[in-house]
């Protein structure tokens, strides 16, 4: 099915590990996001990536890298996670200046 | 810089209750304006969006929202809900200039009960 894949859906880390979620869409979209979802916080912008090539911080983008490895696929690194990263995270695409976003299934992530 | 409003954090409704949510924006030019939905474990999901002309604009499963640009408001309305309405509702502006990304608000929480 066209749409955006997260990969993993859930995954516990231990404080001072490092991982990397990954997203890919299949929609030929130009820009991608990386939101995190906290309650009571709603969605939170970490990074995003207005075409390939660039990529620009967002609003919550400490203690995270990303990559825009080529058009499809946009991954988001935890270097060294901490508990306030535990979290929902989503990936998002988007046709360019458009949006109406796709959003993939999400990533569930806890720190302990 | 852009900012939603979301009024209400948690709405409980009975089933065939009349729903408005609310929804403010802080941005003084042009904008665009969108509400996304996200039911119990799932993604988000695109319910409706305004871009230019009619400020009624109609979403799938009923739904409507008005665009007051007096009022900076993009209030979100259904005459009828349903249990299957149960979700989190979020707003969010864009500005239309360039590939600015969209802002969200906190979400309202909708519970209809039986």
């Known amino acids: 099915n066209a749409g955006v894949t997260q990969t993993p859906k859930f995954q516990v880390l231990k404080t001072g590990q490092s991982m990397t979620l990954q997203c890919a869409q299949d929609?030929?979209?130009?820009?991608m996001y990386w939101y995190r979802q906290d309650p009571g916080m709603g969605l939170r912008l970490i990074y995003y990536?207005?075409?390939?090539?660039?990529?620009d911080k967002g609003e919550v983008p400490n203690g995270y890298n990303v990559s825009r490895l080529n058009k499809r696929e946009f991954s988001l690194r935890l270097e060294s996670a901490a508990p306030s990263q535990t979290s929902v995270y989503f990936c998002?695409?988007?046709?360019?200046?458009?949006?109406?976003?796709?959003f993939g299934s999400g990533t569930r992530l806890t720190v302990v | 810089a852009q900012s939603v409003s979301q009024h209400n954090h948690h709405v409980i409704l009975s089933e065939a209750a009349s729903l408005e949510l609310g929804c403010n924006y802080s941005?003084?030019?042009?904008?665009?304006l969108f509400w996304y939905v996200q039911y119990p474990g799932q993604h988000l999901q695109l319910l409706l969006k305004?871009?230019?002309?009619?400020?009624l604009v109609k979403g799938i499963k009923g739904f409507e929202a008005e665009f007051i640009k007096s009022k900076f408001s993009f209030n979100l309305r259904k005459p009828s809900v349903q249990w299957s309405d149960t979700a989190e509702y979020f707003c969010?502006?864009?500005?239309?200039?360039?590939?600015?990304?969209?802002?969200f608000g906190k979400g309202t929480r909708l519970s209809v009960i039986a």
């Open positions: 998002a695409s988007s046709a360019r200046t458009s949006g109406s976003y796709t």
């Open positions: 929609m030929n979209h130009n820009s």
């Open positions: 990536s207005a075409s390939e090539g660039t990529t």
């Open positions: 941005y003084g030019g042009t904008v665009n």
């Open positions: 305004y871009f230019s002309g009619d400020p």
């Open positions: 969010a502006v864009k500005d239309p200039r360039g590939n600015t990304p969209l802002v």
